[in-house]
């Protein structure tokens, strides 16, 4: 259900075309939509009053990179390359699914977190271990539908055997531990297809718009061909967002190199699937050529600093690819490799990592450019950019309000600067998603917090003995894929994302 709304008198950073920052104003919200914004607007009669004073209107924050089954992992793990830290996240030989309301519990769980830091819109690429099922499906998106938030979720699954998703590991594996791998549950993609049409079919437009569908192929080097071709189909017939991680490690890079003969990216362009609906998710080892594909393709990246960091993945080439206009959206990644699911930290991560990857100071990105990557480059991402990421006559509301009075805007001396490299979450005192007001002070509505981390808990517990066993397994085959790791890292590519060059372990 939507939501007639009147907000008086506040602060309003607007992100239109000129981005207009008003010190005063109203914004008057109808059905769920912004219907006017400016000084001095009449409230309609009945019509719920916010007094806005000493506080900021902004667009919702939009987490453009998400995976909410991490969401009971926080600090689990160290950290790890990616392809290690997979190994215990993902178990390759886990064959126990989770309950239907392990996943309910966990989403919901994530959908609090967010919203209580502003978070009213997220793309969430949700894996499941060993594999989905409609339940699953239904209990992710019903728990989305019951937090009141705007969610875009794809399945995020492979369908092909484990070790061929990386370069020399079949030829390092046991004869026995590759034999478990071919025995370990593996949907085809003619069942996930499935899956996604239940997805698209009933969730698709859900809740007044409120919920979507998209599509994930996981990785081009993680499905077969013929499925991810039916993704990329499904994309277009749908008009909705393909998620693609996509050169995330120098590993990735290596697999194309020396299993591809190319890179991932000029692999997926060659099969006609790289167009302006995919998120290449990550982007870290591109290559001036990739690009160029991806500029002239249209497509986004949804960078995730702070994942890339803690899995020393390395640093993606941000001027590079905005002096391309390559559209670039923020993303959290997931709990486990980020710890939280605060895109605060990803957007001040973001505006600072890369400083220490050019000595030109000119070249650094400036606050502006990354709330630009955080509002309208999510918008893009989602496939949503005429309707949400602006305050604006024609828009969505979905607003953050924050106090200003808090110590991150005391003294006030620039808000953009001061929202990129001061604010964590904690001045955002409302969440407001499509005109209602869905987390006021701490609390989110309609969800019983203590009841719910309750849940958490004990779901926790009692999926705790599954989990240990899969990762008992994975803990056995770590020395296999520390050895494909380390001679990937000391495999030239001509170029590197680390910034100790030349040093390879």
Not at 81 to 107: C, Q
Not at 187 to 208: C, F, I, N, P
Not at 332 to 346: C, S
Not at 448 to 461: G, N, P, S, V
Request: aromatic share 6%.
């Amino acid at each position: 259900m939507t939501g007639n709304l009147f907000i008086r008198g506040a602060r309003v950073l607007t992100f239109d075309e000129t981005r207009r920052d008003l010190d005063c104003a109203d914004i008057l919200i109808e059905r769920g939509m912004i219907s006017a914004v400016g000084p001095d607007l009449v409230a309609p009669e009945g019509v719920p009053v916010i007094d806005g004073a000493g506080q900021l209107a902004m667009p919702g924050l939009i987490n453009a990179h998400f995976h909410s089954p991490a969401n009971l992992m926080k600090g689990m793990l160290d950290s790890l390359p990616l392809e290690i830290f997979m190994l215990y996240e993902v178990p390759p030989l886990s064959d126990v699914p989770p309950p239907p309301e392990l996943v309910r519990v966990r989403t919901l769980l994530g959908a609090v977190e967010m919203l209580k830091r502003g978070i009213t819109s997220v793309q969430d690429d949700a894996f499941f271990v060993p594999g989905p099922d409609p339940d699953a499906i239904d209990a992710l998106m019903g728990a989305y539908a019951a937090s009141g938030m705007r969610a875009t979720v794809a399945l995020d699954q492979p369908n092909v055997v484990e070790y061929a998703k990386y370069p020399f590991l079949a030829d390092l594996l046991p004869a026995g531990e590759k034999a478990r791998m071919e025995a370990a549950p593996r949907q085809t993609g003619a069942e996930l297809l499935d899956l996604y049409r239940h997805l698209l079919t009933r969730w698709s437009g859900a809740k007044d718009g409120r919920l979507g569908a998209a599509v994930s192929c996981s990785a081009p080097h993680r499905v077969t061909q013929d499925y991810m071709a039916a993704l990329s189909q499904l994309s277009r017939e749908w008009d909705v967002p393909f998620y693609v991680h996509m050169l995330e490690t120098r590993v990735q890079r290596v697999f194309g190199q020396e299993v591809l003969g190319k890179s991932l990216v000029r692999y997926i362009h060659d099969l006609g699937m790289l167009d302006e609906r995919v998120n290449l998710i990550h982007g870290i080892w591109l290559d001036e050529p990739d690009m160029d594909l991806i500029a002239d393709a249209g497509a986004c990246i949804a960078h995730n600093p702070v994942c890339n960091l803690r899995l020393g993945s390395g640093i993606m080439p941000f001027r590079a690819l905005s002096d391309r206009n390559i559209p670039i959206c923020l993303g959290t990644d997931e709990a486990l490799a980020d710890d939280g699911i605060n895109l605060w930290g990803a957007i001040k991560t973001a505006g600072l990592v890369h400083n220490i990857t050019d000595p030109d100071y000119r070249r650094w990105p400036t606050a502006q450019e990354i709330l630009d990557c955080a509002f309208l480059g999510g918008a893009r991402a989602m496939r949503r950019q005429q309707t949400i990421g602006r305050i604006m006559p024609g828009y969505a509301a979905d607003i953050a309000m924050l106090d200003l009075s808090q110590i991150n805007f005391t003294p006030l001396n620039d808000l953009a600067r001061q929202l990129v490299y001061c604010e964590d979450g904690g001045s955002v005192r409302r969440t407001i998603v499509a005109g209602r007001v869905v987390m006021e002070d701490g609390k989110v509505r309609g969800i019983d917090e203590a009841e719910l981390f309750a849940q958490a808990r004990e779901l926790a517990r009692e999926h705790a003995p599954a989990l240990e066993t899969a990762r008992a397994a994975a803990a056995r085959l770590e020395p296999h894929y520390r050895d494909m790791y380390l001679r990937a890292s000391r495999t030239d590519v001509g170029f590197t994302r680390w910034l100790e060059k030349g040093t390879h372990p």
